[in-house]
């Protein structure tokens, strides 16, 4: 029987409940700042692999 991984939080590491929602937990959990940290973190480093391909 196949077991469903549970989500796990970017920014923080943190498993979330079964019912839980990652959204509501990046909103309630986590700072403006924090959240857009973590979006150029991910772009810089999408463009960072695009010029060494």
Same mark, same amino acid.
């Given at each position: 029987?196949?077991?469903?991984?549970?989500? &796990? #939080?970017?920014? #923080?590491?943190?498993?979330? *409940? /079964?019912?839980? #929602?990652? &959204?509501?937990?990046?909103?309630? /959990?986590?700072?403006?700042?924090?959240? /857009?940290?973590?979006?150029?973190? *991910?772009?810089? /480093?999408?463009?960072?692999?695009?010029?060494?391909?």
């Amino acid at each position: 029987m196949a077991t469903i991984v549970p989500v &796990e #939080c970017p920014l #923080c590491r943190t498993e979330l *409940e /079964a019912d839980g #929602c990652l &959204e509501d937990h990046l909103v309630d /959990a986590h700072t403006k700042r924090r959240l /857009a940290r973590f979006v150029v973190a *991910e772009a810089e /480093a999408l463009n960072a692999r695009d010029v060494s391909e």
